[in-house]
DNA sequence: TGTGAAGTGTCAGTCGCTGTCACTAGCCTG
DNA sequence: CAGGCTAGTGACAGCGACTGACACTTCACA
């Protein structure tokens, strides 16, 4: 209990290398595989065949199939969150959120590259988008996003988030409009970074003319 | 090919009534055992063995184990989007999403009492939001429900869905905030529809002033 | 250097789901 | 109303995701 990390991230040891590597040899040879032939005809056994494991180490590292086709969202998510937290405190809200978002499209390489090149990470939005079984997983796992992000919020602005319903409200608005500019990008050839940081914008400037009463 | 329906809803036959048996008893035990001890923990052959017919004859009735928790779902989203078709062509977007959406919660026992008892549907929802494979589909599910929305709503202000990104956008925050109200209901002791018709009725309320650039 | 534990492979088994095939029972026509 | 047609079903075999148990190897650390 007593001297828990004696070199915070020093030499981590032979066996924390090698087991550093067999996950990153698993998920991107999943991730290859994912791609080239879709996730559902893709087998674990085809995965762990290519790295020379047994299906049931493959299973050790992921709880399941799906895990490790969200691997490398989570650190975009991460990332995202931190981009959130180093906004001024005088944004508000929306002001916050957009400038999170947007900062966090154009700082995605350096915070990703040293694990997985960013083209990878795209293709395995794309793929998410597209297959139903895991837009399903990737949705439920936006909404805990956003229950993350309603707190930061909440806290930003000195509020209690069970006692306002504002700060979920909010971000479930402005969540609910993301989403909509996730599918429209997969739905559209160009899978460049540049692509959906400009129809993430464009969206978010729709936000405020969306809500009027009447658009006519 | 011609004489298609000779009495659009007389006697439907032997071999239809027969049917329509097998997959409301398949339905009705499938959820009561869901309900009683949880939807991982029951087994299709549970749920076959309490309607004494084979596994087999489940996955013809329902194209998975998922299938079977949504049926009911089903109905209420077809309730929902009729409640909305009728609401008056005079009112702007917002307001007509709202009064559907709260319409829908009065008269629902009216539209489902003949299948399935209103108060085994509420609970059947808390099932899913407590389940996170079950959410996980049900928010899937729910972008499909908000792309049907989307497009009723540029039909009623006559614009083109792919044109003009607002239906979408409004229909996403709206969605988004719903969410939000059936996340809290279902974390909430009271499961009656008295409410989260209460609880969609204060979210509502609360997306002008969320959405506002600044709370203090 | 020896001992404990972490990481892995193997194997057997459960559960969701599918294809196939034979059989039975409603239906429909002559 | 007999006889054929076909929709609906059961039985069975098989695949793929996933889990538990146990034995074996290999690193870590005293």
Redesign the pocket.
């Known amino acids: 209990m007593t001297d828990e990390r004696p070199a915070p991230a020093a030499a981590p040891?032979?066996?924390?290398r090698?087991?550093r590597r067999?996950r990153d040899a698993l998920l991107r040879a999943a991730l290859l595989h994912f791609i080239a032939q879709g996730y559902e005809h893709?087998?674990?056994?085809e995965i762990?065949d290519a790295v020379?494991?047994?299906?049931?180490?493959f299973?050790?590292?992921f709880?399941?199939?799906?895990e490790v086709a969200f691997a490398v969202q989570d650190l975009v998510e991460s990332h995202y969150v931190a981009a959130l937290r180093a906004r001024p405190p005088a944004e508000g809200p929306f002001e916050a959120l957009r400038g999170a978002v947007l900062g966090a499209w154009d700082t995605l390489d350096e915070a990703l590259s040293d694990v997985v090149p960013v083209d990878l990470y795209m293709r395995t939005y794309q793929l998410i988008e597209s297959t139903p079984a895991l837009l399903a997983v990737h949705l439920r796992r936006s909404t805990e996003l956003e229950e993350r992000i309603a707190r930061l919020i909440a806290e930003r602005e000195g509020l209690d988030v069970d006692a306002d319903p504002r700060p979920r409200v909010a971000v479930a608005a402005f969540s609910g409009v993301m989403r909509v500019t996730g599918r429209l990008w997969a739905q559209d050839e160009d899978a460049s970074v540049a692509s959906i940081r400009r129809m993430t914008e464009a969206c978010l400037d729709q936000i405020g003319p969306a809500l009027a009463a009447d658009w006519r």
């Open positions: 040891g032979l066996r924390e090698k087991k067999t893709t087998t674990v056994d762990t020379d494991v047994s299906q049931r180490t299973f050790r590292y709880a399941n199939k799906e």
